[in-house]
């Protein structure tokens, strides 16, 4: 089964690893500089994106030490999806 997430509006476009590549580092460099330091969105997982990543249906992704984390959220039912929260570290270094 051939997929197209990359170019959506090319009908004959075939995603290669490339493709993903470069959109998820292009992605990961955006989110970097729009989160502010240990804040973070919930996102509820949806599609693809559960059988990718099959131990969570609820994340977190957050911009920790200028870096983009994904934190498992299935128990917090408090929040909505597209929630802004903000990342307290108990043990800081």
């Known amino acids: 089964m051939s997929s197209n997430y990359t170019k959506p509006n090319d009908p004959d476009h075939e995603d290669k690893p490339q493709d993903w590549l ?3 580092l292009l992605f990961t ?3 970097g ?3 502010p330091e240990n804040h973070g969105v919930i996102i509820d997982l949806v599609g693809d994106m559960i059988e990718l990543y099959p131990q969570a249906s609820r994340v977190i992704v957050a911009n920790q030490d200028d870096q983009i984390v994904v934190i498992d959220a299935d128990d917090r039912v408090d929040l909505n999806e597209g929630d802004l929260v903000l990342i307290i570290n108990d043990n800081p270094n």
Do not use: H, M, N, P
Request: charged share 10%.
């Open 29 to 31: 460099r955006t989110l």
């Open 33 to 35: 500089l729009v989160l």
């Open 22 to 24: 470069f959109g998820a």
